[in-house]
């Protein structure tokens, strides 16, 4: 009777051990892909929440994310006034803004819509345009306590520029006399109002212009950028009415600013230079840190191609007398509100004043033969004369600051200019002496 020999143990086990190790990399790889998954997933909802980069559409006419994530806190939102209660300003000589104010009048109408009167609109009321002379709010429906206008159009980005047509309509219907130029900005857009009166005084309502953040394709022109905000002298805004009247213009595209810059160009409105003195621009289509951090806004963005002047990022990017910022959120507003009007550095005074126009010195020298009563009204007491005259030093002494100040700039400028024509052949010199050099090593 034969035997079977027993099969060897280690050859029993050598198929199971080869599934085993199978199976314990199957999983260790499933493992591994499932945390990178995670992982990955995790630090792009970090990157949304802190890189707000990753929220802008490369395309200037694509609607934007939104990113005011800190208005779901319901504790803090809420309007506010800062000045209501403050009382540090209260003494503060604001003369010539005063000036300014009644004599280069604003209205600011901002395009807004039912559902962002609570999360974003309200708290534009609050800030920034209580500086205008007027301001109405454009939405799609009247609400009488807010209050808003109905304009009786649609809601959409594709119909921001029905919306546009009808506000200005509206205005030059009802209000055309109340201002002599007229701002449109968004209900997400910060103006500091003071700084756009300085720059518009350099012109009159009865030229046919308009400034904004100047873009350079689709019109031969350009045209403005309609989130950082653009203003019509009343004479624009005469033909751009008109010229839908008459047909010169109609809604030949979805895009507000680019159709309303081509409306511009057939009557005839030029786009105006709204960069500072030395050609820093004033409006801004995003907020402060995209322009002023290098390396936020990739090269590759729209944003480098569409300007019409080239832009810089850094310090350089932005004016000292900047206009206005775009992707405002209602945080921001209160902040861009505290930094533009409450905000001083103790000790120091700005290297570069702006220069006020020609019109604004001789109205200041006027002011006071202005206000010189005539036959028909009583004389000044002696009380109402002491303010009268520190009236009068107050002017008289920013003119002459605004004078020492364009001294100052102009010296500036002429070192410059030395520097540079000195700079070469400077250059030369040393040239020289290092081709000296190598001749005596060479000897």
């Known amino acids: ?24 990399a199957c999983g260790m790889g499933l493992g591994f892909l499932f945390c990178s998954t995670l992982l990955v997933m995790y630090r792009s909802k970090r990157l949304q929440s802190h890189d707000d980069i990753i929220l802008l559409e490369n395309d200037p006419h694509a609607p934007h994310q939104e990113h005011d994530k800190v208005a779901e806190i319901d504790s803090v939102f ?21 000036e300014v104010h009644q004599r280069v009048r604003v209205l600011c109408w901002i395009m807004t819509t039912p559902k962002n009167l ?55 219907k009802h209000n055309f006399e109340d201002a002599d ?32 953040r100047h873009f350079r394709p689709y019109v031969k022109q350009g045209y403005m950028s309609g989130g950082a905000g653009y203003v019509l002298s009343r004479e624009a805004l005469h033909r751009f009415v008109t010229a839908f009247n008459d047909g010169t213009c109609t809604h030949t595209s979805t895009v507000e600013d680019l159709a309303l810059g ?16 030395v050609k820093r621009e004033t409006f801004h289509p995003f907020v402060p840190e995209h322009h002023l951090i290098r390396g936020v806004l990739p090269k590759s963005f729209w944003y480098w191609k569409y300007c019409y002047y080239p832009a810089n990022e850094g310090p350089e990017c932005c004016s000292d007398f900047s206009i206005s910022f775009h992707y405002v959120d209602w945080v921001w507003m209160y902040v861009l509100e505290y930094y533009s009007l409450h905000l001083r550095a103790y000790g120091f ?23 010189t009563p005539n036959n028909h009204q009583l004389e000044p007491t002696n009380q109402a004369k002491p303010e009268k005259d520190q009236m009068e030093n107050k002017i008289e002494a920013v003119l002459q600051r605004e004078d020492k100040a364009k001294d100052a700039q102009d010296e500036v400028n002429e070192e410059i200019n030395n520097m540079v024509d000195r700079e070469p052949k400077h250059d030369e010199q040393k040239q020289t002496v290092k081709l000296e050099n190598t001749n005596k090593n060479v000897k």
């Open 262 to 277: 081509g409306c511009m160009e057939k009557t005839g409105v030029k786009p105006g230079d709204s960069r500072d003195a």
């Open 349 to 371: 005074q700005s290297q570069y004043v702006a220069p006020l126009s020609p019109y604004l010195q001789n109205a200041l020298r006027n002011r006071t033969r202005d206000k």
């Open 78 to 98: 809420q309007q506010m006034d800062f000045n209501l209660n403050d009382k540090s300003h209260m003494d503060e000589d604001d003369s010539i803004a005063d």
């Open 1 to 24: 009777m034969s035997t079977v020999s027993p099969v060897p143990r280690s050859h029993t086990m050598l198929p199971r051990t080869k599934k085993s190790f199978l199976s314990l």
């Open 118 to 172: 609570e999360t974003k609109t309200r708290h534009v009321k609050a800030t920034w345009t209580r500086r205008c002379n007027k301001v109405l709010f454009m939405s799609s429906e009247e609400n009488a306590e807010f209050p808003t206008i109905g304009l009786g159009t649609e809601e959409g980005r594709d119909k921001l520029y029905w919306k546009t047509i009808r506000a200005f309509q509206y205005i030059y």
């Open 181 to 212: 130029w007229f701002l449109k900005a968004d209900d997400d857009t910060f103006v500091i109002v003071d700084n756009l009166r300085l720059m518009l005084s350099n012109y009159t309502p009865e030229q046919p212009i308009y400034f904004g």
